[in-house]
């Protein structure tokens, strides 16, 4: 049980992501141009997601443990930081400025098109190049750390 509800959940997703267009640059590239041709169809997706998110949320939030795991794995910050505005801030240029965010170009890839496939390696390495840097600021902190304790 523990693989097959990863699985349909992904496939589930997968399904909808094809169904509502978002695998379609265009279509997404519609969507954010507000202030020329804009096409709101992709708000129905978003109205959708919300339908279903919200009350799954509450019912989760009711819940001691979930139903297929041994614990629930929730975010330990939750106020708003420079590097949540940031990434943020990166993202939607990369959507804008493409029309594909991380799900739908890892479903895109199965058409084997070029463009999707240099946006996948690059948005791979942008994710290793994060965890590097990321790794290297908590080893400098860690090494501050350890001075500091040494000197006093």
């Given at each position: 049980?523990?693989?097959?509800?990863?699985?349909?959940?992904?496939?589930?997703?997968?399904?909808g992501?094809?169904?509502?267009?978002?695998?379609?640059?265009?279509?997404?590239?519609?969507?954010?141009?507000?202030?020329?041709?804009?096409?709101?169809?992709?708000?129905?997706?978003?109205?959708?997601?919300?339908?279903?998110?919200?009350?799954?949320?509450?019912?989760?939030?009711?819940?001691?443990?979930?139903?297929?795991?041994?614990?629930?794995?929730?975010?330990?910050?939750?106020?708003?930081?420079?590097?949540?505005?940031?990434?943020?801030?990166?993202?939607g240029?990369?959507?804008?400025?493409?029309?594909?965010?991380?799900?739908?170009?890892?479903?895109?890839?199965?058409?084997?098109?070029?463009?999707?496939?240099?946006?996948?390696?690059?948005?791979?390495?942008?994710?290793?190049?994060?965890?590097?840097?990321?790794?290297?600021?908590?080893?400098?902190q860690?090494?501050?750390?350890?001075?500091?304790?040494?000197?006093?």
């Open positions: 049980m523990w693989i097959i509800a990863p699985l349909l959940c992904g496939l589930v997703f997968g399904a992501l094809l169904i509502s267009g978002m695998v379609q640059p265009t279509k997404v590239l519609g969507f954010l141009d507000v202030f020329g041709a804009w096409d709101p169809s992709l708000l129905v997706v978003m109205v959708a997601a919300l339908a279903v998110s919200v009350p799954g949320f509450m019912l989760v939030d009711r819940s001691a443990r979930p139903w297929l795991g041994g614990q629930f794995f929730r975010p330990g910050k939750s106020g708003i930081d420079l590097p949540l505005v940031t990434g943020a801030a990166m993202f240029v990369g959507w804008g400025l493409v029309g594909l965010c991380p799900g739908p170009a890892l479903e895109s890839l199965a058409t084997l098109s070029p463009a999707i496939i240099v946006f996948v390696v690059a948005m791979a390495a942008g994710m290793m190049a994060h965890d590097a840097w990321q790794q290297s600021r908590l080893a400098a860690r090494s501050r750390e350890l001075a500091s304790a040494a000197d006093g």
